[in-house]
T-cell receptor
Framework: GQQVMQIPQYQHVQEGEDFTTYCNSS?????IQWYKQRPGGHPVFLIQ?????EVKKQKRLTFQFGEAKKNSSLHITATQTTDVGTYFC??????????FGSGTRLQVQP | GAGVSQSPRYKVTKRGQDVALRCDPI?????LYWYRQALGQGPEFLTY????????KSGLPNDRFSAERPEGSISTLTIQRTEQRDSAMYRC???????????????FGEGSWLTVV
């Protein structure tokens, strides 16, 4: 079935460093969504990407959708302690509701 | 309400007992989803509804799990004869627009922590 792989599983950065998480699929995706889950919280929608090669920015966050629509990335510039949490990609498998990746847990050292 | 509301927030039950978890979605939201999330993992799809109709229940692990949304609003996820492996966070989510999730922002509730002892 549809699987999305997220890497890395965990990343620890110093405040001010950049961070990137990647989501990869073996099949072409119709779209991809990104969510953030703070420690002890629930997943919160960040953005959806639909078009091949699409790039969207939200302040220090940059989201990209690959040209082949099989991979996506989330890049955070100059991390802050408020960026701490787990970032999930989620895809529409066409059969079920959204399928989530296993997430990348980000820890930011002040 | 302002967000997706779930109850109970925490439930400890003995193995073999039945449990019912309740979800009250955002008012007016057509679709309602149930997910299960283990520690350190992403949400795992269980089932979803458009209005009162259960659209897909293929994610339910076995026939001890069932869900209903009789009036197209509040939903109940029931687990019969609970087992220790059922221990997890059960999350409900809803979205405004029905049909496929593409393009739909889904809003999660705070979840119900289930511990089976």
């Amino acid at each position: 079935g549809q699987q999305v792989m997220q890497i890395p599983q965990y990343q620890h950065v110093q405040e001010g460093e950049d961070f990137t998480t990647y989501c990869n699929s073996s099949t072409t995706l119709s779209n991809i969504q990104w969510y953030k889950q703070r420690p002890g919280g629930h997943p919160v929608f960040l953005i959806q990407l639909v078009k091949s090669g699409e790039v969207k920015k939200q302040k220090r966050l940059t989201f990209q959708f690959g040209e082949a629509k099989k991979n996506s990335s989330l890049h955070i510039t100059a991390t802050q302690t408020t960026d701490v949490g787990t970032y999930f990609c989620a895809v529409d498998t066409g059969r079920r509701a959204l399928t989530f990746g296993s997430g990348t847990r980000l820890q930011v050292q002040p | 309400g302002a967000g997706v509301s779930q109850s109970p927030r925490y439930k400890v039950t003995k193995r073999g007992q039945d449990v019912a978890l309740r979800c009250d979605p955002i008012s007016g939201h057509v679709s309602l989803y149930w997910y299960r999330q283990a520690l350190g993992q992403g949400p795992e799809f269980l089932t979803y509804f458009n209005y009162e109709a259960q659209q897909d229940k293929s994610g339910l692990p076995n026939d001890r799990f069932s869900a209903e949304r009789p009036e197209g609003s509040i939903s109940t996820l029931t687990i019969q004869r609970t087992e220790q492996r059922d221990s997890a966070m059960y999350r409900c989510a809803s979205s405004l627009v029905g049909g496929r999730p593409s393009g739909n922002t889904i809003y999660f509730g705070e979840g119900s922590w289930l511990t089976v002892v």
